[in-house]
């Protein structure tokens, strides 16, 4: 199995970023154990789901800066291209007329089509941003593996104190606070009886 991704650097450079996906695999492949899951195995699992999503929000941080960076890439070599390339080949071509030096969109888009280095950053760019949806899905996942774990034990140990405080919502409740935890009745004060032989509206001791 695949433990680790290399996420090219976004400006087109030597190398790039390494990826650890264990603790992401680890957790997507427990997903049946959310079936049969009880309240000493519980706690387990939920940590398994967040140190998950919480290495996919870190790698999810480090690919958006580099599709930052190859946005900026194919921004610049559009630029060049327009600015250089474009009147340079439309006039070889003899397609250019009158005062118009960069062509119509089409012809523009066309050279731009044919320029290798144009493809290459644009490649990457797509490619790093597959990388981002790839793991955005997987992000997703989890969550929801982790949302029902936490629904199971609401609905089958709802008032259990083996959930520590570590795990978040779970020393809540999904179905809100603990019943031991909830406010006790209030019980009306009873009215104090008047003493046998005592008329309690004037006070007078019956004869």
Do not use: W
Request: aromatic fraction near 4%; glycine fraction near 8%; charge should be neutral.
């Amino acid at each position: 199995m695949e433990t680790a991704k290399i996420i090219p650097n976004g400006d087109g450079s030597a190398g790039g970023t390494l990826l650890q996906m264990t603790d992401i695999y680890r957790a997507l492949a427990r997903v049946d154990e959310i079936a049969i899951i009880n309240g000493a195995k519980a706690p387990e699992l939920i940590a398994c789901f967040t140190r998950a999503y919480a290495a996919l929000t870190d790698h999810l941080a480090v690919i958006s800066t580099q599709v930052v960076k190859a946005k900026n890439a194919v921004a610049k070599r559009t630029a060049i291209v327009i600015l250089d390339e474009v009147p340079r080949i439309l006039r070889e071509k003899g397609v250019l007329s009158g005062k118009n030096t960069s062509g119509s969109a089409d012809q523009r888009q066309a050279v731009l089509d044919v320029d290798v280095e144009y493809q290459q950053v644009r490649d990457l760019l797509q490619h790093l941003e597959a990388h981002y949806k790839l793991m955005e899905g997987k992000q997703t996942d989890i969550e929801m593996m982790y949302l029902a774990t936490r629904k199971i034990i609401g609905e089958n140990s709802y008032g259990s104190r083996s959930f520590g405080s570590n795990f978040p919502g779970v020393d809540e409740g999904i179905l809100g606070p603990r019943p031991a935890e909830r406010a006790a009745p209030i019980v009306p004060a009873q009215k104090e009886m008047a003493p046998q032989g005592v008329r309690a509206s004037f006070g007078k001791v019956r004869d």
